[in-house]
Each structure stands twice: as C-alpha cells, then as structure tokens.
C-alpha cells in the first residue's frame, strides 16, 4: 500500500512539472528572450518579452516583460517567478470597444508559481482624459505584493478618421 501511494505521489508530481504555467487567458505571443545568467546544465535565467491584444478594445496591443527563472526548478516549472514585471500598452490601430467593461477587469493573467502566486494585467478608463490605463502586479494567496507597473493609452483618432469612442462610454 505504501508503494502505491509513492508511486502515485510521484506520477501527480511529474504530472505537475509537465501541466503549463500558464492560467485563465489565451497564451500572450512570445517576442524574444534574452538571457541574464549562465548555468552550464540547466536553462539560464532569462528575461522574456511577450505581447497580448486586449480582447475587448481592438486596437490596443501590451507588451510586458517578465523574468525567468532557469536552473533545474525552472527547467521543470516548480521555481516560483519574481514579481518584476515591466508593461508598456500602445494603440495600433483605430480603438473599437467590442462590448462594455468595469474599472479593474483583467485583460490578461498568467500564474507564477505552481501554487498561490499570479500575474494579472488589468484594464480600466480615466473617463476626464479619455484614457485607458493598464496596470500589471503579482499577487499571493497569502501575502500581496507591491511590485506592479502602468501604462496609459490616450485613445486618439487614427487614419483620416476624426471619430474617437469614449471609453466613458463602454464602462459598466
């Protein structure tokens, strides 16, 4: 009996290594990496540039960066992620809101360890300045964490379109 609880142990182990880190949203596009340390056996910490595409306002693309870790830990996907993470959101086309939104929705979240630890990047509106403004930060189950970052998007006309959409407008 106790081999077979090991056993089973041990496959629900592999099971997890093998599960992507990756939670709650489409998988962000992957730009580039670049490595920060050597390790001569194991996967080199890297940083990592990803890029998503807010799914309710066309027209709005994010790129953050987020740190990774490498070593044996990392290589498995049992290393728990720093909370460093950098966003920059721009407008790449003409901003269509595709339905309506409420301050603080998450436009994209990834987790950052295997158990209680995840990144969010949410969305909301500065409706004085026709604003959409982006925040990214990490939280735990158990303790929170202040390490956040934000990006703005004034919402310009684009083209020879003078129309612009108030983001006022699609809040809930």
Known sequence: MLTILKEAGAAFVVL???TPVRADSLDPDLIFRKSTTFQLLTPN????VYGIDDPVVEGVA?????PEKGGLTGALGLAEQTSDISLACRQYAPI???????QGDVVFSERRSIFFKKMQIVRGCDTKRNILVYMTYSDKLVEGSPKNSTSTVPIQPWGGNGDVQKCADFLR
């Open 96 to 102: 269509k809101f595709k339905e309506k939104f409420s």
């Open 62 to 66: 994010c790129h953050y960066t987020a």
């Open 16 to 18: 997890l290594a093998l």
């Open 45 to 48: 910490d890297k940083l990592a």
